[in-house]
């Protein structure tokens, strides 16, 4: 079946504006995660949705960051006004359930702030 | 400080040559430890996954071994391919439910 897809696949944007990033999760997975992969660095997690608990957001660097799940499928992952140091991979991956299980992750999104 | 240590940071071998990757870990109480190779620009794919009564795991010429007493773990490859260059992650879980550690990964690159 189809795997964990992401959108856009590369995004440019200005210091200042806000952008969207789009996961579509496995279907059936009923956690999703949301990383950020820096140039040379490991993997940090933002955030997590689990079914229809309350997510945790323990991982958002900043409240300019926010991230909402629909339906308990696509998800969307919003940072306001970027900055530089925003510039990033950033990563979602599902899972059937919690952490217990596999996660396949999808191919990310390059976020570059110019 | 991060709690899962992977060493060395960067290798590189040549083709049909064997390599191990380290990953020391202080992450408690101990749940799971995943490998994951990642190639440049895709997203980090299983090879590993192993529980705490788990000490070794294959998957063709992946071998990871695991230590739970000295917390630590090792990536065997076995006759390396120029497919095997990647960044090799080492992910250690705990029993909270989303509280999963990544290391830096090791970045391995198989010259011909």
């Known amino acids: 079946g189809a795997g964990v897809s992401q959108s856009p696949s590369n995004k440019v944007t200005e210091k200042g504006k806000d952008v969207e990033l789009r996961c579509d999760p496995i279907?059936?997975?009923?956690?999703l995660y949301w990383y950020r992969q820096s140039l040379g660095q490991g993997l940090e997690f933002l955030i997590y949705?689990?079914?229809?608990?309350?997510?945790?957001k323990s991982g958002l660097p900043s409240d300019r960051f926010s991230a909402e799940r629909t339906g308990g499928s696509v998800s969307t992952l919003t940072i306001q006004r970027t900055q530089q140091e925003d510039s990033a991979v950033y990563l979602c991956a599902s899972s059937r359930s919690g952490t217990a299980y596999e996660q396949y992750f999808g191919p990310g999104t390059r976020l570059t702030v110019t | 400080k991060n709690q899962v240590e992977q060493s060395p940071q960067s290798l590189i071998i040549l083709e049909g040559k064997n390599c191990t990757l380290q990953c020391n870990y202080t992450v408690s109480p101990f749940s799971n430890l995943r490998w994951y190779k990642q190639d440049t620009g895709r997203g980090p794919v299983s090879l590993t996954i192993m529980t705490f009564s788990e000490n070794t795991k294959s998957n063709g010429r992946y071998t990871a071994t695991l230590d739970a007493d000295t917390k630590q773990s090792s990536l065997h490859i076995t006759a390396s391919q120029l497919s095997d260059s990647a960044s090799y992650i080492c992910v250690v879980g705990t029993y909270n439910n989303n509280d999963m550690r990544f290391g830096a990964g090791t970045r391995l690159t198989v010259k011909p």
């Open positions: 949705f689990q079914g229809n608990s309350a997510p945790d």
């Open positions: 279907s059936g997975h009923t956690a």
